[in-house]
């Protein structure tokens, strides 16, 4: 159960990032970009990304250990870290966001 919590709090907390990287550059191309990063580099480059079977690997990660740290069987998007990270950005974007809206 805690494992599917991280995983739908992952999904949410990146779509606030995302949104928040739309707002801060005014343009859809940097969440495109943002996602196309995550995909490239966590899921055909590393493999630890849960992407569908058609995809293409250059590597296959493991990370073992505890499923909240590891990720389990969604592999990273499933780990708390990446909820940390993406709420660190989240908070980033929010600041930059509101120095951006408090200059005009």
């Given at each position: 159960?805690?494992?599917?919590?991280?995983?739908?709090?992952?999904?949410?907390?990146?779509?606030?990032?995302?949104?928040?990287?739309?707002?801060?550059?005014?343009?859809?191309?940097?969440?495109?970009?943002?996602h196309f990063?995550?995909?490239?580099?966590?899921?055909i480059?590393l493999?630890g990304?849960?992407l569908?079977?058609?995809?293409?690997?250059?590597?296959?990660s493991?990370?073992?250990?505890?499923?909240l740290?590891?990720?389990g069987?969604?592999?990273?998007?499933g780990?708390?870290i990446?909820?940390?990270?993406?709420?660190?950005l989240?908070t980033?974007?929010?600041?930059?966001?509101?120095?951006?809206?408090?200059?005009?």
């Amino acid at each position: 159960m805690k494992q599917v919590l991280s995983q739908c709090l992952n999904v949410v907390s990146m779509s606030i990032v995302v949104t928040l990287l739309l707002e801060f550059t005014g343009t859809i191309v940097a969440p495109i970009i943002a996602h196309f990063i995550w995909n490239t580099i966590g899921a055909i480059i590393l493999g630890g990304v849960s992407l569908a079977s058609d995809y293409p690997n250059l590597l296959n990660s493991t990370i073992q250990g505890n499923p909240l740290i590891s990720g389990g069987i969604n592999k990273i998007e499933g780990s708390i870290i990446v909820l940390l990270v993406n709420l660190i950005l989240i908070t980033y974007l929010f600041i930059l966001n509101k120095r951006m809206s408090s200059s005009k």
